[in-house]
């Protein structure tokens, strides 16, 4: 279980996250959805010690990222939005590096590599330099590394960007997998169709506050999630100025 209680950040001037409280149980996929700057990235990154909040606390299966980061980060996987990966390693050589980080044990770590490898279709890419992988691939890599140490909760961060339709198959079916084992997985996305079709719970944030949260079913009701969601952000009147100008 993932818990926000009462989180504020700030940079600056500007609000991040505005006294937000919120969990996330296992045995779903919560979708984290909102506009540009809401305060979802800076919440992604305080679950593995990355952004320290100015006040409340994060707690990751009852531990504090900031104080024992090395113990929350055997617990979540995570995968950025940016993609940013080691340029002069192979993507054989860095996913087991992170092995020996996880101190998986190397007969469990080459069987989890090998399935990774076919189930993300790398075999013909492990070999190459990360600085000679394709967008797409480097997502892969990213997605991969977040998989490798069998993490209980799974934080990816626009996981489908550059992936093509068959890979993000693939990983929608991971990510039921995990939840039907109990386990707690998180995405954000911009694309609402998205998801609607992969999560069972959504969290909307809206200018560092939590501003709507429930079972996708109950949330779009009839209108539809792009209506509500744009009701719930402000966004309706701003959207009709835009269209008029047209």
Same mark, same amino acid.
Do not use: Q
């Given at each position: 279980m993932l818990k926000y209680k009462r989180i504020s950040k700030h940079y600056g001037n500007v609000i991040a996250l505005n006294d937000v409280t919120v969990d996330f149980p296992p045995g779903k996929i919560h979708a984290l959805l909102g506009p540009n700057g809401s305060g979802k990235s800076t919440?992604?990154?305080?679950?593995?010690?990355?952004?320290?909040?100015?006040?409340?606390?994060?707690?990751?299966?009852?531990?504090?990222?900031?104080?024992?980061?090395?113990?929350?980060?055997? &617990?979540?996987? @995570?995968?950025?939005?940016?993609?940013?990966? @080691?340029?002069?390693?192979?993507?054989?050589? @860095? &996913?087991?590096?992170?092995?020996?980080? @996880?101190?998986?044990?190397?007969?469990?770590?080459?069987?989890?590599?090998?399935?990774?490898?076919?189930?993300?279709?790398?075999e013909d890419h492990m070999g190459k330099l990360g600085g000679e992988l394709s967008h797409g691939n480097r997502r892969k890599i990213l997605i991969m590394s977040a998989l490798i140490h069998d993490p209980r909760i799974l934080i990816l961060d626009e996981p489908f960007s550059g992936l093509d339709p068959e890979i993000a198959r693939v990983l929608k079916e991971i990510m039921r997998k995990y939840v039907d084992e109990g386990r707690t997985v998180i995405f954000s996305t911009h694309i609402l169709e998205l998801a609607e079709a992969v999560a069972d719970e959504i969290t909307i944030m809206h200018k560092g506050k939590l501003v709507a949260r429930g079972p996708i079913e109950e949330l779009k009701g009839k209108k539809g999630l792009e209506t509500y969601f744009l009701e719930v952000t402000g966004l309706t009147s701003e959207l009709e100025n835009l269209l008029k100008a047209l």
């Open positions: 919440m992604i990154k305080m679950a593995i010690g990355l952004v320290k909040p100015d006040s409340g606390r994060v707690l990751v299966d009852g531990i504090d990222p900031i104080s024992d980061p090395v113990k929350a980060r055997m &617990i979540v996987g @995570y995968s950025p939005e940016e993609i940013v990966i @080691y340029e002069s390693l192979t993507p054989a050589e @860095y &996913i087991s590096f992170l092995g020996y980080v @996880y101190h998986i044990p190397e007969d469990v770590l080459k069987g989890r590599i090998s399935r990774l490898i076919k189930l993300f279709k790398m």
